[in-house]
T-cell receptor
């Protein structure tokens, strides 16, 4: 049973470019959340997708957008990249509304902005 | 949302028990206490959770104070593989979206 998979594992971009990160949730999960983790800090919630709609959003600008597909996989898009967007981007999957079962995380995509 | 407070770092010897504290003085009656840990170069992984009673699983034990204003994650015999950042998180019962609010966590170092 595959867990959460993310691609790519590493990515290097320059300022002003756009990037798309991908996530496949754990089998049986219908909800995908994205987190940004800066070096030395805890993950910060970006947004969550369920039934192909954004359900919750953290304190991130509109440059961050996402999408969920009918097979529950998801993409995170970041436009007009800034140096401060350099971070580990984590995807987590879960069942919507289930507070008792844990979220399952992928190992992330390390994004470096030059 | 209620906040948690954890020490920045702790150190333990291999094969000894480790008690990782967490303060959550503003917890509400229906908030669940969750613990996750993040090993180097990996995403966070679930460890344990509880509401009021102490909980045990194959990874750890969770001791919750009677007033629920604090909790302690107990690793019974630390191994080198347990070196990680441990996060104490409160999950709000009306948060149907299941988002997790991470703090800075406690970095656990295990000495051989």
């Amino acid at each position: 049973d595959a867990g959460v998979t993310q691609s790519p594992t590493h990515l290097i971009k320059t300022r002003g470019q756009q990037v798309t990160l991908r996530c496949s949730p754990k089998s049986g999960h219908d909800t995908v959340s994205w987190y940004q983790q800066a070096l030395g800090q805890g993950p910060q919630f970006i947004f969550q997708y369920y039934e192909e709609e954004e359900r919750q959003r953290g304190n991130f600008p509109d440059r961050f957008s996402g999408h969920q597909f009918p097979n529950y996989s998801s993409e995170l898009n970041v436009n007009a990249l800034l140096l401060g967007d350099s971070a580990l981007y984590l995807c987590a999957s879960s069942l919507f509304g289930d507070l008792y079962q844990p979220q399952h995380f992928g190992d992330g995509t390390r994004l470096s902005i030059l | 949302d209620a906040k948690t407070t954890q020490p920045n770092s702790m150190e333990s010897n291999e094969e000894e028990p480790v008690h990782l504290p967490c303060n959550h003085s503003t917890i509400s009656g229906t908030d669940y206490i969750h613990w996750y840990r993040q090993l180097p170069s990996q995403g966070p992984e679930y460890v344990i959770h509880g509401l009021t009673s102490n909980v045990n699983n194959r990874m750890a034990s969770l001791a919750i104070a009677e007033d629920r204003k604090s909790s302690t994650l107990i690793l019974h015999r630390a191994t080198l593989r347990d070196a990680a950042v441990y996060y104490c998180i409160l999950r709000v019962s009306n948060n149907a979206g299941n988002m997790l609010t991470f703090g800075g966590g406690t970095r656990l170092m295990v000495k051989p």
